[in-house]
Nanobody, 126 residues
Framework: EVQLVESGGGLVHTGGSLRLSCAASGIIFNDYAIGWFRQAPGKEREGVSYISSRDGSTIYADSVKGRFTISSDKSKNTWYLQMNNLEPEDTAVYYC???????????????????WGQGTQVTVSS
């Protein structure tokens, strides 16, 4: 069974940085996508960034371009979201998820993801 566990959330001031980790187990496919999503209170879940397991292709939401970086360490089955220059608007619960259909236009939709982590809270104070 696939399991995803996020860590690294916390409380930071505006302009601060955090690195989220997503440790995966049970993924037996070679071609899949990892996505980072976030959900703030009273708002819909929003896609933040995505990465292909096959060739490392990445996509970023406009709201985080230039501030967030998604990466992977396949030797550890772990994916990361480096978040710099954080803003209060980044406050949310952050989730990682895996899409077992591989890389394509569908990776930006949360509905296509098969497994989700439990989430980690990120709070940015002004």
């Amino acid at each position: 069974e696939v399991q995803l566990v996020e860590s690294g959330g916390g409380l930071v001031h505006t302009g601060g940085s955090l690195r989220l980790s997503c440790a995966a187990s049970g993924i037996i496919f070679n071609d899949y996508a990892i996505g980072w999503f976030r959900q703030a209170p009273g708002k819909e879940r929003e896609g933040v960034s995505y990465i292909s397991s096959r060739d490392g292709s990445t996509i970023y939401a406009d709201s985080v371009k230039g501030r967030f970086t998604i990466s992977s360490d396949k030797s550890k089955n772990t994916w990361y979201l480096q978040m710099n220059n954080l803003e209060p608007e980044d406050t949310a619960v952050y989730y990682c998820a895996v899409n077992l259909r591989g890389w394509g236009p569908w990776v930006q939709s949360a509905y296509g993801y098969d497994y989700w982590g439990q989430g980690t809270q990120v709070t940015v104070s002004s």
